[in-house]
C-alpha cells in the first residue's frame, strides 16, 4: 500500500518511538478514505504526519493541512 509507505517514511524523518509509529500505521490502515490524499501529498511530511495525529484526537476544531477525509 502506497499510502502506508509514504507515512512510514514520514514517520521515520519524525520520531524513532515504534509504538507511535505502530498507532499511526494502524490509523491509515483503517482509514482507507484518506489514502489517495496521503499519495497526492507525498512530499509534504510534516503536513502529512500533522494531519494524521490531529484525525487521530478526533478534536472537532481540528482543520487539516493537506489531508482530505473523504
Same mark, same amino acid.
Given at each position: 500500500?502506497?499510502? $502506508?509507505?509514504?507515512?512510514? #517514511?514520514?514517520?521515520?524523518?519524525?520520531?524513532? &518511538?515504534?509504538?507511535?509509529?505502530? +498507532?499511526? /500505521?494502524?490509523? $491509515?490502515?483503517?482509514?482507507? #478514505?484518506?489514502?489517495?490524499?496521503?499519495?497526492? &501529498?507525498?512530499?509534504?511530511?510534516? +503536513?502529512? /504526519?500533522?494531519?494524521?495525529?490531529?484525525?487521530?484526537?478526533?478534536?472537532?476544531?481540528?482543520?487539516?493541512?493537506?489531508?482530505?477525509?473523504?
Amino acid at each position: 500500500m502506497k499510502a $502506508v509507505t509514504i507515512v512510514l #517514511n514520514a514517520l521515520k524523518k519524525v520520531t524513532e &518511538n515504534k509504538n507511535a509509529m505502530y +498507532d499511526v /500505521i494502524l490509523f $491509515v490502515l483503517d482509514n482507507k #478514505n484518506i489514502h489517495q490524499s496521503i499519495i497526492d &501529498n507525498e512530499g509534504n511530511f510534516t +503536513d502529512i /504526519i500533522h494531519d494524521i495525529r490531529g484525525l487521530m484526537m478526533d478534536d472537532e476544531h481540528f482543520v487539516p493541512r493537506v489531508l482530505i477525509n473523504k
